[in-house]
């Protein structure tokens, strides 16, 4: 009885030290490896801050831009982007440069895309943020576009692109 009694104390002791083993390693494993990060593992944005350009943790990097892991935990996650995003510029700064073919970007959560340059026309397709479209044609504020997933043909507002 006694013995069973001390084996019980000794598994509690080890549980006890093996816990604390692995907290002070997950400790360990969120020290910032960039001295303009915070505790946060965010970047202060130290314009000196060289470790942590491209970083979507920085607070004067993109705020969708790419993460190099400077300003986060270590850890062995790896980031990618699918495809290199322009910053989002206004699309009345962009317009008169566009030639036919140019690929836009649809800059808010839900677009439509309608039959006719107007708010009133049929949609014929509801586009998700960063869908990519071909651009065709201009009519004051509507650009018509051919949608690259679906090859549908339509118009789209032309404020909401980049």
């Known amino acids: 009885m006694i013995m069973k009694d001390l084996s019980l104390k000794l598994l509690c002791v080890l549980i006890f030290f093996f816990s604390i083993d692995l907290l002070s390693q997950e400790t360990k494993k969120k020290e910032l490896i960039a001295s303009c990060c915070t505790e946060l593992g965010r970047c202060t944005g130290s314009s000196y801050c060289t470790a942590c350009k491209n970083c979507s943790g920085c607070k004067h990097c993109s705020k969708n831009g790419g993460s190099c892991g400077v300003c986060s935990s270590v850890s062995n996650k790896v ?72 090859g549908l043909i339509g118009y789209v507002y032309g404020k909401y692109l980049y």
């Open 79 to 150: 980031y990618r982007n699918n495809y290199s995003k322009k910053k989002s510029t206004s699309f009345s700064k962009i317009a008169y440069k566009l030639k036919k073919g140019n690929t836009l970007y649809v800059s808010i959560e839900t677009l439509n895309l309608r039959k006719e340059p107007n708010s009133k026309s049929k949609i014929l397709e509801r586009l998700k943020k960063d869908a990519a479209l071909i651009y065709l044609d201009k009519t004051k504020n509507w650009i018509k576009v051919k949608v690259k997933k679906t």
